[in-house]
């Protein structure tokens, strides 16, 4: 088994089967892949709806495993356990991809000398893409990665995203598996793992490729684009900053960098309001509040 696509679950099931069926379209020999769904205590039916795709879909290697403790960290980790590839990419279950996915990280993998990787993520609304958005709430919300269309070494200046990412086995060896006092439990909108991961790795001189031809969509629900949503994410992206920054030492510097953006914010929002655009203004400046509340609340 070359490669294992790993997808972490939690009572999405209708846009679960969504990426199952990119997931069955691949171009690669089915024999030299697999996919293991991981689900973390979903109350919906994704069981049930799972048992249904795999039967329909038996011409490939894919089943379901339970990992009973909450926490999006817990169910990579168990991903990790439970699949037999040499090529792990992890992907979310509001996410599709290309056929050539798999066939992409092989590639990267065995030609290019990658041992960790991430790919492209493209966005795409169910709806339309609200006026308010701008490039700054839609990376908080979307977290997009358009690196170019060259296999690439990412700089440290670039942080890969977690909805499109592949380790050579042996990382997790070597390196450790996702904190699981990071990322996502249950409807919590907190997150991280990824980011601590990555930054774990980069410190101990690993490099990270990026390849263009692995390309993951991220499909973003209307729910996600509410004002509820919206202040309850930025809260949950402060709160990892700092429980990350806590776990390093790192605090002071976290506040200084969150007091810089707090002024860049003031003035990308003027501009925004110069520019005639006052819904973009509006809610950067709604998020750098959310934000910044996660990261000084408890200090």
């Not at 690196?147 to 086995?169: C, D, K």
């Not at 996502?184 to 031809?213: A, M, S, V």
């Amino acid at each position: 088994m070359e490669l294992s696509i790993i997808i972490s679950t939690y009572n999405n099931s209708a846009s679960l089967m969504r990426t199952l069926l990119s997931v069955s379209e691949q171009n690669a020999d089915k024999n030299i892949w697999e996919c293991v769904v991981v689900n973390n205590n979903s109350t919906d039916d994704t069981a049930e709806q799972f048992a249904a795709f795999a039967k329909e879909h038996a011409d490939i290697n894919i089943r379901l495993v339970d990992e009973p403790q909450q926490g999006l960290s817990h169910a990579r980790n168990r991903g990790i356990v439970e699949s037999k590839g040499q090529i792990l990419a992890f992907i979310d279950d509001d996410e599709t991809i290309n056929e050539g996915f798999v066939s992409a990280y092989i590639d990267l993998f065995q030609n290019h000398g990658a041992f960790i990787a991430a790919g492209a993520l493209k966005v795409r609304y169910d709806s339309a893409r609200p006026k308010w958005m701008s490039h700054y709430t839609e990376k908080m919300i979307a977290n997009p990665l358009d690196l170019g269309n060259e296999i690439i070494t990412i700089t440290r200046s670039v942080m890969p995203t977690g909805g499109n990412m592949a380790f050579n086995r042996e990382v997790f060896n070597l390196y450790g598996n996702f904190d699981t006092s990071l990322g996502r439990r249950g409807n919590e909108l907190f997150g991280g793992e990824e980011n601590e991961l990555f930054e774990r790795i980069r410190d101990l001189g690993e490099r990270i490729i990026y390849t263009p031809h692995a390309i993951a969509y991220h499909h973003i629900a209307d729910k996600k684009l509410t004002a509820e949503y919206f202040d309850r994410l930025s809260y949950g992206v402060g709160v990892s900053k700092r429980l990350r920054a806590e776990k390093y030492g790192t605090e002071q510097e976290l506040f200084a960098d969150e007091q810089a953006k707090q002024r860049y914010t003031k003035l990308l929002a003027l501009f925004y309001t110069l520019t005639l655009q006052p819904q973009k203004a509006k809610w950067l400046v709604r998020m750098r509040k959310g934000i910044s509340k996660g990261v000084f609340e408890e200090n």
